[in-house]
């Protein structure tokens, strides 16, 4: 029995089936996750007893069970990922790229020292390097693109992994290992370094387009709080020019009062406040909140709703100090607004376009509450529930932000759309 070989794999399948578990968000318990990986590891140590040391010199074994441990392998990230779709392909076939750098190295090891023990300790040790290496500096970064789904054409990019693994099974384990050509140990070492090097221009990659995602968001936060706040100081300013306007001629009314008072006419003097508190009322600044920034940014969408004929009935009660960051809850709440006003502006019925919207953010909890009449087929994302864009690429974005924040406070997401009328509901209670 080829003791050294399935030593060796049975190693780098532990660390293939933990860099699968940690780089993945799970869909199932702790338990059961960890359950699932076992026997996946259990299968592919079973099935390396058959291809080293029941049929050794089959090349049909060794193909036949690479292609079944392939399989196997590429499934269980699937399976047990909440997304199960190409990122989690991505993951997988990168998993296996990193475990197969370990397992050369222990051939490598063993070619130049001859020492099994000496091989197998370095192997362990080289496999446990690269993983608390990614563990510590990409995966982090790597979970946020993951969930947020940041990159679209995850499958373009598996295309990387799947090339280095044919790569690397050419270079070292098919037709030819490297212990019948040393020679190509050097190149095997030099495609390791050029895979490593390819997936941090990748991962550097994702991390800049989600630095420009989020700067983008951010942009367009501050341009509509900026907005809100010229609205408001011109709104402030016309009020106050009003107000003097009214005050200078105040003398005016009192005297017309006075003289209707006289003559016994009493229904002009009930026209003449009538028109006083007609003014003042015009004149009268809304204030929507006590916080400042969620109050200019609905503000703002109130103005923007009203120039498409849009009628937003706020029920809004939020706080001066909210227990979560201000500028992030206004950015959910100008994404909601915005998707429901894109929702109802080209309805035909006037009284079919209009948008209820129920905000309250205390110290115990924050609720949002949105509804709008939905003419339109609302496409649900089978694994989050919500609503997809089909609008293209660029579109999206704006609901996996408010799904972000949700998660980012420990809250609940859920939408549904019943006879015809949309509803969102964010919940959570701090």
Known sequence: MDYFRSSYYAISHIFLMLFIYLFVTHRYSKEKTIGICFSSFFVLTISDCLKL???????????????LQIFVTQFTGIYISDTRDSRALFMGLTASNYVIAGSLAASILHIYTESIFFSLVGSFFIHA???LFLYFKIRETWLECYEKELVKDWWGLCLIPVFFYCGFCFLAFFPYTLYDNPHNIYGTTMFIITMFASYVA????????????RINWENVLFETYIKGLESQYCLVEQAEKNLKILRHDMRHYSNMIDAFLEQGEYDEIKRVTEYINGVTEDNKVVKYCENIVIHSILSRMIEKASSLGVDIRLDAVVLK??????????????????????G??????KGRRYIDAKIQCTQEHLLIQIKNECEKDVIFDSQ???????????????MQSISAFSD???????????????????????
Do not use: W
Request: proline fraction near 3%; glycine fraction near 10%; hydrophobic fraction near 45%.
């Open 53 to 67: 040391n029941m049929f050794p010199d089959s090349d049909i074994c060794y193909v036949v069970v690479t292609i």
């Open 129 to 131: 390097s690269i993983l």
């Open 408 to 430: 980012k406070i420990g809250g609940n997401v859920g939408c549904f759309c019943k006879e015809g009328v949309f509803n969102i509901i964010i919940f959570a209670k701090f």
């Open 321 to 342: 100090d909210v227990p979560v960051n201000d500028y992030e809850l206004a950015a959910v709440i100008a994404n909601l607004l915005e998707n429901a006003l894109i």
């Open 202 to 213: 990748v991962f550097q990659y994702v991390k800049s387009e989600s630095d420009r995602i």
């Open 344 to 349: 109802v502006k080209d309805l035909d019925e």
């Open 384 to 398: 989050t529930g919500l609503p997809k864009s089909n609008m293209g690429n660029g579109h999206g974005l704006g």
